[in-house]
């Protein structure tokens, strides 16, 4: 299953970017050429993550079309089936890769600190409530 050390090197990634900050979404970019199940996907995160500073956190997978460059009759396509590379207007074999082959950590959402406050109320609040000043009574006016 390589969507278990695939998750296991997106949870690296975003570990070190989040720098100690609670994460809601982490966003991808994966090529359609690395054959990755979503769902697996979204499952194997819940594994990598169980109990750890990314727990609760959930993946937003941006799925990437493989796009190839033919070498004979020089069009770029687009091709809806990743297991069949060919040109889809000539049919050529000679093509390059031009894009579905991403496996990247575009962006990371960090949960709202209003959220996580709220999630911690039952603490008991830390510190003395500041003392209202008392008002000084102004100059009788006669
Ligand atoms: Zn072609």
Redesign the pocket.
């Known amino acids: 299953m390589h969507e278990l050390s695939l998750c296991q090197s997106i949870h690296g990634i975003v570990d070190r970017a989040r720098e100690g900050r609670p994460v809601e979404v982490v966003h991808l970019q994966v090529g359609r050429l690395r054959q990755v199940v979503p769902e697996t996907l979204a499952y194997c995160w819940t594994l990598v993550t169980d109990g750890g500073p990314l727990a609760g956190s959930r993946l937003d997978i941006d799925h990437v079309p493989v796009v190839l460059d033919?070498?004979?009759?020089?069009?770029r396509?687009t091709v809806a089936d990743a297991l069949l590379l060919t040109?889809?207007?000539?049919?050529?074999g000679?093509?390059g890769v031009v894009s579905g082959e991403e496996l990247l950590v575009t962006s990371i959402d960090l949960r709202d600190p209003a959220d996580a406050a709220a999630a911690s109320n039952s603490a008991a609040p830390s510190g003395p409530a500041p003392a209202p000043e008392p008002t000084p009574t102004p100059a009788e006016e006669h």
């Open positions: 033919c070498g004979d009759c020089g069009r396509t040109c889809g207007s000539c049919g050529s000679a093509i």
